[in-house]
């Protein structure tokens, strides 16, 4: 069983599109994550999500959008794709948002845009 | 502001050679201390931790020890093996600030065989 499952795993995609990635987790957990890591393997987090409710949210463009229906769901919506959004996205998910709690994560989405 | 630094990559040995990663953080509070690692292809998964001064995590033979004197949490392995070959984050996580996870900027290591 999958604990942390992000689709798609790759997406190529043109310039000026919008596109969405998919994160679930089936371990229960209560916050959830979304990063960026760079062509240099350097891991930004992006926005955090505990219980539905938004509660990191670092200095990204408004055209990303996340999402969390439910606990167990956090998805990412991109609009209007730049040359420098080209990356590999990881999902993440902690039991709540302790500091001793480890994070676990999906195996990443590699956008690239042409 | 919380930090991390780790020793830059990339690292190469031969198998069966003795391992070490340098990894200093800067805190204000009192972190908890991650080291992650990440094969190809794949996300990152929790390699140890530590959550208290003193504390030595340790996982498949790699061990490290949270040293609030020197600021340090460096990972060490005694034999490392071709499958060790992946990228090694060091990470910290505060309590006393957001909670969010700090992490290093990662050190590729490449085991020859």
């Known amino acids: 069983d999958t604990a942390v499952s992000q689709t798609p795993k790759y997406l190529v995609t043109q310039m000026g599109n919008d596109k969405s990635i998919k994160c679930e987790q089936n371990?229960?957990?209560?916050?959830m994550y979304w990063y960026k890591q760079d062509s240099k393997k350097f891991l930004k987090i992006m926005f955090s999500y505990n219980n539905k409710e938004l509660i990191i949210n670092e200095t990204v463009p408004n055209r990303f959008s996340p999402k969390s229906p439910d606990k167990a769901h956090l998805n990412l919506h991109i609009n209007s794709l730049e040359l420098g959004d080209s990356a590999v996205y990881f999902c993440?998910?902690?039991?709540?948002?302790?500091?001793?709690?480890?994070?676990?994560f999906g195996d990443g989405t590699r956008l690239s845009i042409l | 502001g919380n930090s991390v630094t780790q020793m830059e990559g990339p690292v190469t040995l031969s198998e069966e050679a003795f391992l070490t990663i340098n990894c200093t953080y800067t805190?204000?509070?009192?972190?908890?201390l991650f080291w992650y690692v990440q094969y190809p292809g794949e996300g990152l998964q929790l390699l140890l931790k530590a959550t208290k001064a003193d504390d030595k995590g340790s996982n498949k033979g790699f061990e490290a020890t949270y040293r609030k004197e020197t600021t340090s949490f460096h990972l060490e392995k005694g034999s490392v093996q071709v499958s060790d070959s992946a990228v090694y984050f060091c990470?910290?996580?505060?309590?006393?600030?957001?909670?969010?996870?700090?992490f290093g900027k990662g050190t590729r290591l490449h085991i020859l065989p």
């Open positions: 371990l229960g957990h209560d916050t």
């Open positions: 993440a998910s902690s039991q709540d948002t302790r500091a001793t709690q480890p994070q676990h």
């Open positions: 805190a204000t509070g009192y972190p908890s």
């Open positions: 990470a910290l996580s505060d309590m006393n600030r957001d909670d969010k996870i700090i």
